[in-house]
């Protein structure tokens, strides 16, 4: 299965976690220090949904986004 929204293509981002470690300056210190980048995945929030199409019910893979936003009709 794709982590891909099948209304609107919501889908993974890539980013990155910043570890940083050491006492900020306005705390006394002598500042942070970056001690390791790690890639990291931002998933879709999606959710398995029986939506009405054309008369029928049909599952879809839709984003919470898209169910807020009333841009799919729950079965």
Same mark, same amino acid.
């Given at each position: 299965m794709?982590?891909?929204c099948e209304v609107? +293509?919501? &889908?993974?981002?890539?980013?990155?976690?910043i570890v940083r470690h050491g006492?900020?300056?306005?705390?006394? +210190?002598? &500042?942070l220090h970056t001690t390791g980048i790690t890639n990291r995945r931002f998933l879709p929030n999606l959710h398995k949904v029986r939506v009405v199409e054309n008369g029928?019910?049909?599952?879809?893979?839709?984003?919470?986004?898209?169910?807020?936003?009333?841009?799919?009709a729950k079965a």
């Open positions: 794709a982590r891909v609107c +293509g919501k &889908g993974v981002r890539s980013g990155r976690t006492m900020p300056k306005k705390k006394g +210190g002598i &500042g029928g019910v049909v599952r879809r893979t839709v984003c919470a986004a898209c169910i807020k936003a009333g841009k799919v």
